[in-house]
């Protein structure tokens, strides 16, 4: 798939460089001469890259690159400059930028950082290129609801996810714009408990414990006997979109070891022979 990179620099020479450089390697630039038209940019579209210089006058690269981490945690950033102080460098690499380019730099080397930097996975899940089908003023009323209540991000996670069916990047920039909080901090949040999913469930999804308890009791057996029965891998959906297969650390329930969830359903002491059997309730 094409890679779309933006390129953010007052100098417009510099843009049409990296263009010409970028381009003949199969990259789609494009190229804008202040940081405000950058964001407008980011905000309408999907960048795996942008490559900004961080000197420029009126909103510079550094405020950008904050922006873009505060608003977009899934944009990897490359920085360039042509004042490469240590100071410089210091600041830049402390916004967590992919890599640093010192101007004037050659084509070759242009090439290598942005090649590495868009196999590199990014920091936060990309958001789908597809558009979500959900009833979108049914979560504008959930994050009303919860307007100005502190405390009140998990019951307003909660509820998405019971609309949508998950927590995917898009849809938690949309949570973090209504609630006035960060993107970083939303990701947080689904990222450590395991009921949160970034990504798309079956009807019913099903969890083998991989807790210690559970997998000194063949857990590990349980998982192949499911697989080979959904016929999908850890992290997939069956065809039929009916089961989803998931691992979990820990549910907290030693002595049921080892344990399976289907849905809101747990299953202990189960025989990793007939794991499967437990699937047949469900349709």
């Not at 380019?101 to 084509?107: E, G």
């Not at 290598?112 to 930097?117: P, Q």
């Not at 991000?153 to 920039?173: F, N, R």
Request: negative net charge.
């Amino acid at each position: 798939m094409e890679k779309n990179v933006l390129v953010v620099d007052d100098d417009e020479v510099i843009i049409k460089s990296c263009d010409a450089v970028l381009s003949a390697e199969g990259f789609k630039v494009t190229g804008v001469t202040d940081a405000r038209a950058a964001m407008d940019l980011i905000e309408e579209r999907l960048f795996d890259l942008v490559i900004t210089d961080l000197i420029m006058p009126t909103i510079d690269g550094f405020e950008l690159i904050r922006w873009i981490n505060e608003n977009h945690p899934y944009t990897r950033v490359i920085a360039m400059t042509g004042y490469s102080s240590k100071s410089v460098l210091r600041d830049a690499i402390a916004l967590d930028i992919m890599d640093f380019l010192p101007k004037p730099f050659f084509p070759h080397t242009l090439t290598e950082a942005v090649k590495k930097a868009v196999d590199t996975p990014p920091k936060v899940p990309v958001p789908s290129r597809d558009v979500e089908t959900y009833d979108k003023e049914k979560l504008k009323s959930i994050l009303q609801k919860y307007k100005g209540r502190a405390g009140s991000l998990i019951m307003v996670l909660q509820e998405v996810q019971e609309l949508i069916g998950y927590l995917p990047a898009s849809v938690q920039k949309v949570i973090a714009k209504g609630m006035k909080i960060p993107v970083s901090e939303i990701h947080a949040v689904v990222s450590f408990y395991s009921y949160f999913t970034m990504k798309p469930m079956g009807k019913y999804n099903v969890r083998v414990c991989q807790g210690t308890a559970c997998y000194v009791k063949r857990a590990d057996e349980i998982l192949e006997k499911l697989k080979d029965t959904m016929g999908i891998s850890e992290g997939e959906i069956t065809p039929d979109s009916l089961f989803s297969l998931e691992t979990v650390r820990c549910i907290g329930a030693c002595g049921l070891a080892p344990v399976v969830l289907v849905g809101n359903d747990t299953f202990g002491s189960v025989d990793p022979t007939k794991a499967n059997e437990i699937l047949n309730d469900y349709h």
